[in-house]
Nanobody, 126 residues
Framework: QVQLVESGGGLVQAGGSLRLSCAAS????????MGWFRQAPGKEREFVSA????????RYADSVKGRFTISRDNAKNTVYLQMNRLKPEDTAVYYC???????????????????WGQGTQVTVSS
């Protein structure tokens, strides 16, 4: 079992920044894929970013590429999502997710992740 707890959401003006944190506990393995997804009202949950817990390869949705950065702190068992130059369309509930080793193409699909946090609200005002 893996437990995930997100924090760091809030209200920010367009152009501002937020850093989300996802604290992981339980059976965290280096082969785990850690992902960030978001879901806006009335929309499906969508991929934002992901990386392997061991580091190395990262992946971003085109809509956030160049503005968001995923990273991790092994000592704290925490994954971060640094969000810069936020836009109103970034408004959503952001979720952290984890799964064991899986192929790079599988990172995009929410259904491939077995562990989820409770979500944290991000609201960007115009």
């Amino acid at each position: 079992q893996v437990q995930l707890v997100e924090s760091g959401g809030g209200l920010v003006q367009a152009g501002g920044s937020l850093r989300l944190s996802c604290a992981a506990s339980g059976r965290t393995f280096s082969s785990n894929v850690m992902g960030w997804f978001r879901q806006a009202p009335g929309k499906e949950r969508e991929f934002v970013s992901a990386m392997r817990w061991s580091g190395g390869t990262t992946r971003y949705a085109d809509s956030v590429k160049g503005r968001f950065t995923i990273s991790r702190d092994n000592a704290k068992n925490t994954v971060y999502l640094q969000m810069n130059r936020l836009k109103p369309e970034d408004t959503a509930v952001y979720y952290c997710a984890a799964e064991g080793s899986m192929g790079y193409r599988s990172w995009l699909i929410p259904g491939n992740y077995g562990y989820w946090g409770q979500g944290t609200q991000v609201t960007v005002s115009s």
